[in-house]
Nanobody, 124 residues
Framework: QVQLVESGGGLVQAGGSLRLSCAASGRTFSNYIMGWFRQTPSKRVFVAAITWSGGNTYYADSIEGRFTISRDNAKNTMYLQMNSLKPEDTAVYYC??????????????????WGQGTQVTVSS
């Protein structure tokens, strides 16, 4: 059974940093793509960043240059280093995984497994 557990969220002032972690278990994820999504207070879910096992990454325009996604395949763990945080980054952050694809990867509906989410709140 696949399980994804996020950690690292919290309250931070604007300009600060947080590092999120997503520990995956239940299978080997080397042939999966892993991603971070965020659910805003309006309840909409947006992609933040995606990582492929070979090292390729994708970032939403709103976070590129401030956030860095990475993964450790040996540990089945994914990270999101968030710097220069802004109040508009406030959201529940979820990690998600699915089998390898190279298109439509920003669509949350195509992901099979999700974590429980971790709250990130950025105060102004």
């Amino acid at each position: 059974q696949v399980q994804l557990v996020e950690s690292g969220g919290g309250l931070v002032q604007a300009g600060g940093s947080l590092r999120l972690s997503c520990a995956a278990s239940g299978r080997t994820f080397s042939n999966y793509i892993m991603g971070w999504f965020r659910q805003t207070p309006s309840k909409r879910v947006f992609v933040a960043a995606i990582t492929w096992s070979g090292g390729n990454t994708y970032y939403a325009d709103s976070i590129e240059g401030r956030f860095t996604i990475s993964r450790d395949n040996a540990k089945n763990t994914m990270y999101l280093q968030m710097n220069s945080l802004k109040p508009e980054d406030t959201a529940v952050y979820y990690c998600a995984v699915r089998g390898l694809i190279y298109n439509n990867y920003a669509n949350p509906d195509v992901y099979d497994y999700w974590g429980q989410g971790t709250q990130v709140t950025v105060s102004s």
